[in-house]
């Protein structure tokens, strides 16, 4: 038996690196799963990737009409839903000097507006002991140089995870799960050059208490954690899946 069976679960951005072990972890535990992304490649690879137990729908969170979209969709296919995992986002690094506008909105409209008006949309739609999941960051808690916006962004997740949470109260718990550096596609999309990242890279590795970068599975397992019944008396948390890096 699957901690998901007859389950229906939406993951935004899980079409590659957290939101698509995700995926393939919940289609393992017995769920239906409705992933989203944007990029035409990445969408058709997670489509033969998830197979026949995965729907994929091309949505770009930054843009609200087709948030709006994805749920008429999402009522017509499905009569509702029990896992909603809030994850698509990016990142892109640059000292306060670098910064402009564009980066900045790029990320508050993905990471913040984005994620909040995907999870207005799908509130409704979410059954009687269903939850909620926000993707934000260690972050939250540790202050990196270069990721000043990025942080910020990682911030108001958490605190949408903490009122709402309040607000859904005792309908749907909301939670939110806090990474580390996890080895993804995420890393060579930031906007910095190689060597940077590699710095960066080795850096994390050296200051993390266990001592490497993180794998997808981990978040795949604290996210079926937090959203299946296994969690059934846990709202409101952030949950650091970060080697230790946030709390030691
Ligand atoms: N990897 C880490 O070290 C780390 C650490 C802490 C937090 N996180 C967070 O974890 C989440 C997943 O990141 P990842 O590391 O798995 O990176 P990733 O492989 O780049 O995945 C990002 C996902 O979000 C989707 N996405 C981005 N913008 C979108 C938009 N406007 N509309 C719809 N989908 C969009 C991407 O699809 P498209 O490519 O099609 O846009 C992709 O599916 C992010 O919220 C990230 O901030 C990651």
């Known amino acids: 038996m699957g901690k998901l069976d007859n389950k229906i679960a939406l993951i935004t951005g899980g079409t590659t690196g957290i939101g698509l072990a995700t995926a393939q972890l919940f289609i393992k535990e017995g769920a239906k799963v409705i992933v989203t992304g944007r990029n035409p490649e990445t969408l058709g690879q997670a489509k033969t990737t998830l197979g026949a137990g995965a729907d994929v729908i091309a949505a770009d969170t ?9 749920f008429k969709t999402i ?4 009569t509702k839903i029990d896992a909603l995992f809030v994850n698509a986002g990016v990142a ?14 790029e990320q508050f409209n993905v990471n913040v507006r984005g994620a909040y008006f995907t999870a207005k949309h799908a509130a409704p739609l979410i ?8 993707t934000a960051s260690m972050v939250t808690s540790i202050a990196e140089p270069m990721a000043s916006v990025y942080s910020a962004t990682k911030a108001a997740l958490r605190s949408f995870g903490r009122s709402l949470a309040s607000e859904l109260a005792p309908k749907i718990r909301v939670n939110t799960i806090s990474p580390g550096p996890i080895e993804t596609p995420i890393f060579g999309k930031l906007g ?4 940077v990242i590699q710095a960066f890279a080795a850096d994390m590795m050296q200051r993390n208490p266990l001592k490497r970068i993180g794998h997808v599975d981990d978040i795949a397992k604290a996210a079926l954690f ?6 059934s008396y ?15």
Request: no cysteine; hydrophobic share 45%.
């Open 62 to 70: 930054s843009d609200l009409k087709a948030v709006e979209q994805l």
């Open 75 to 78: 009522a017509e296919r499905y």
């Open 92 to 105: 892109k690094f640059a000292p306060l000097d670098q910064s402009s506008p564009e980066m900045f909105d």
């Open 127 to 134: 059954a009687d002991g269903g939850a909620i999941l926000f």
């Open 192 to 195: 910095l050059p190689s060597d």
């Open 226 to 231: 937090l959203l299946s019944n296994e969690s």
């Open 234 to 248: 846990v709202t409101g948390i952030e949950l650091f899946v970060d080697g230790g890096m946030a709390s030691l």
